[in-house]
């Protein structure tokens, strides 16, 4: 077992889990979220030492690491700053307004 976890583990059943999520992406670079999951799975045991070891192994050999975690919210920040809303048609409600008024004006005021 690493000692490593040891003390994540010991931090976030202590009420520290900012400070065992930071551990966790620094030691092993692994993103904010997977971060998040993994620290609250050691902390309600739902999830074993040696399974959480065996989860980092893979993050390490699938390439799943904090700078692509930052990546990808780079790109969703880049999308939403690209999406325009669309301006409102305002030509369609004033020849409503205009027709309507007409039509008031001939079938009540007009005699």
């Known amino acids: ?3 490593t976890l040891e003390r994540i583990k010991s931090l976030s059943q202590s009420g520290k889990k900012l400070e065992a999520i930071k551990m966790l992406r620094d030691e092993y670079g692994i993103g904010l979220k997977q971060s998040k999951e ?11 030492i040696d399974h959480a070891e065996k989860i980092l192994t893979k993050f390490k050999k ?3 690491s904090r700078a692509h975690d930052d990546t990808a919210r ?8 690209l ?7 305002y030509n369609k409600l004033i020849i409503l307004i205009i027709s309507s008024l007409i039509l008031i004006y ?3 005021i007009h005699k």
């Open 38 to 48: 993994l620290i609250e799975g050691i902390s309600d045991e739902s999830i074993p």
């Open 106 to 108: 001939f079938f009540f």
């Open 83 to 89: 999406i325009k809303k669309p301006k409102k048609d």
């Open 62 to 64: 699938s390439g799943t």
């Open 1 to 3: 077992m690493s000692a």
């Open 74 to 81: 780079n790109q969703v920040k880049k999308k939403t700053t």
